[in-house]
Each structure stands twice: as C-alpha cells, then as structure tokens.
C-alpha cells in the first residue's frame, strides 16, 4: 500500500431504507429540514434489480437536483466488503451478509452484520482508503456504468 494520504471529510451517514424517486424526494426534504450547510450531498443506493433506464434516469434526475450519487451492484453490502477485502466475482446477498459477518465479529462487532445498525461503519470508517481503492480496482476491471456483478 502507498504512503499517499487522501483527507477525510466530517460526513453525516443517514440511512432511510429507500430507492428511486422515494430516496431522491425524501432527501431533499431532509436538506430543506436540516440547519446544516453540507459542500456535497451525496446519495447511495443498491442498483439491484433496476432496470439500465430507470437507473440512467435516477441518477440524472438526483444529479439535476444537485446530488452526487454512488451506488453498488448486486447490493450495499458488496461496498462494506470492499472495506474488509478485494472481491470480484458475482456471488449471493446471503453470501456478502455472511462475508461481513465474519469481518464484523473478527473485529469485535458481536452482533455480526445487521442492515439497520449504525455501529457497522464504527468498524469500517477507518477502513474507508483501503475501500475507496477497492473499488477503483474493481471499476477499472468491469467499468463504472452498473452493468456488471460485483460493481461498486
């Protein structure tokens, strides 16, 4: 690994549970609610099962409001894997849950992986650097247009 050193931002992590034009819509109330100033607002959401249109379509409308969007694909939690290891082959949703399990409790998260639970990026975001260049591995090899499994 290099010694090059990127600088991390001050973020808020919001989890909502929503896709589409939902996650977009309820973003945007949520800016409009918020007295915090951000520089960028990002959104990040699974492509799964969305079709190449409506996916084109989500991210030029979220950028038209002024978003920046990042997504994963099969699901979110290819990205938590890309904290803990390199992975490029197309496996199962159970089979990334059951990979960060490992990774989580290896670490001292007892509980193991739970969608919901905050305390999952306590033990990634120190990981962040070696996951930013995880997944520029991985868009190198498949590109960045979410056509590919795993991409991130």
Partial sequence: MSNDKIDLPLFQIEGVGMIG??????AEKYFRR????????WLVFDKDDLSSNDFHRLIEMAESRGFRVAWSNE????????????????????????KLDKHL??????????????????FTFELTEVTLKNAENLNKQHGTEGNHTPSS
């Fill in 21 to 26: 034009e939902r996650l977009i819509d309820e």
């Fill in 34 to 41: 918020t007295p915090r100033q951000y520089k960028y607002k």
């Fill in 75 to 98: 699901c979110f939690e290819l990205w938590l894997v890309l904290h803990f290891e390199f992975l490029n082959s197309g496996i199962t949703r159970d089979q990334y849950i059951t």
């Fill in 105 to 122: 409790q290896d670490r001292g998260l007892a509980t193991g992986y739970k969608k919901s639970d905050h305390a999952v990026f306590d």
